[in-house]
């Protein structure tokens, strides 16, 4: 099938949730992808900060092989070694605590605020997230999110959240109620163009979570495992979360979804509290394990401040050349570009020109490659980028 005829069938037959989709993707290798009609893509988007190794990893490729032919699914009424041993690796390397596996990082916010309320006093139920915040589409996560639109129609939503100003810790205190449990944020924001958290922000957040006895939640779904150029974002401050929340990256493009949850809190939990049944199975526990190894062995989180600075370093260059461009933020491979106009148009030019990326917010330029991006191929996209924008004038 070409391009032509993958877009008429899908038209046909799915939902109409994801807007205008030009391309169809059938392979990918590295930091390359193909469409159904031959067309070659510099990919800087990675599936939204999934693809952390490139495409097809030839170490991922052959775990889930390997595993595909053993053992794909048994649900958790019984214990996978897989699971365990993912566990056990991301527990050595964050801090001393439980793991709870699901499908997605929707999936695994969800699960973060059902222990925050079932590990807490009976009588808090109330979760503080932040403007400018996505944590997910299901009914409590999409009125965890701070965006409108995505709650337009499907009210009413259910209770016990609260929004406080992302930055700003006098907003959070005046959400602070007797029946808060937990605060819920995410160190880097990604979906609303690219937003870090303040080191003394936080610093304050995590002491007032203590004075309070509130649990503080980092949602790691997009910043986590290795993209701001340390394992964990929350590494960048100096304290540690009751929880964090990861997804996205951990299993190379295979669907999982990770709670990690200190001993304390995590024992809120008890059997039949909580479950998912193809969460943790060892097909996508295999990937996940295998991703996690290799991003340690290869030292990627490095690698990736490194090809950030670079990158951020090279579209500095391009915010001097153009006046439209009004700033240009990120740490380690997760980059956002600002301009003073919707980027839409943009993006779509990219894509023509064999560069993916995508638009956030509006009018933000994200960049979210591969861990395993060369400087060559920084300055090739950036290049890509240099010549769209310079239609723009």
């Not at 340390?230 to 929880?243: G, R, V």
């Amino acid at each position: 099938m070409d391009t032509a005829e993958i877009i008429k069938l899908s038209k046909r037959y799915i939902m109409n949730t994801y807007g205008k989709r030009s391309i169809a993707l059938v392979k990918g290798k590295g930091m390359y992808v193909w469409d159904a009609d031959g067309k070659k893509y510099l990919d800087f988007l990675a599936g939204i900060a999934v693809n952390a190794l490139g495409h097809c990893h030839p170490e991922i490729v052959k775990a889930v092989k390997k595993q595909v032919s053993t053992l794909i699914h048994t649900s958790n009424l019984y214990h996978i070694k897989q699971q365990a041993e993912l566990a056990e690796l991301l527990i050595k390397h964050s801090f001393k605590g439980k793991c709870f596996f699901c499908n997605s990082g929707a999936e695994a916010n969800e699960a973060a605020i059902k222990l925050a309320r079932k590990s807490t006093e009976p009588d808090k139920f109330e979760t503080i997230t932040m403007t400018g915040s996505f944590h997910g589409r299901t009914m409590a996560t999409i009125t965890a999110t701070d965006n409108a639109r995505y709650r337009k129609g499907i009210e009413p939503l259910p209770g016990g959240f609260k929004r406080a100003v992302f930055n700003d810790i006098k907003s959070i205190k005046k959400c602070i109620s007797d029946k808060t449990c937990a605060i819920m944020i995410e160190p880097v924001q990604g979906e609303s163009g690219i937003h870090i958290a303040k080191k003394d922000f936080i610093t304050e957040l995590r002491k007032l979570c203590d004075s309070e006895k509130i649990l503080l939640i980092f949602d790691e779904v997009q910043c986590g495992l290795g993209r701001t150029g340390k394992l964990f974002a929350y590494e960048h401050y100096n304290i540690e979360p009751d929880m964090i929340t990861l997804a996205k990256s951990l299993g190379s493009g295979l669907p999982i979804g990770a709670l990690i949850a200190k001993d304390k809190t995590s024992s809120g939990f008890g059997p039949g509290d909580h479950a998912s049944t193809f969460g943790g199975n060892p097909l996508c526990c295999a990937a996940a394990l295998t991703t996690l190894r290799i991003i340690l062995r290869n030292n990627l989180s490095q690698h990736a401040l490194k090809m950030g600075a670079h990158l951020k370093n090279k579209l500095e260059v391009l915010k001097k050349k153009y006046s439209f461009i009004r700033e240009v933020r990120g740490i380690g491979l997760m980059i956002g570009v600002e301009l003073d106009f919707e980027c839409k148009e943009i993006v779509e030019k990219c894509q023509k020109a064999g560069l993916l990326t995508n638009c956030a917010s509006g009018n933000v330029l994200r960049f979210l490659p591969p861990f395993i991006v060369s400087k060559k191929e920084i300055d090739k996209a950036v290049n890509i980028l240099d010549k769209i924008l310079g239609d723009c004038l």
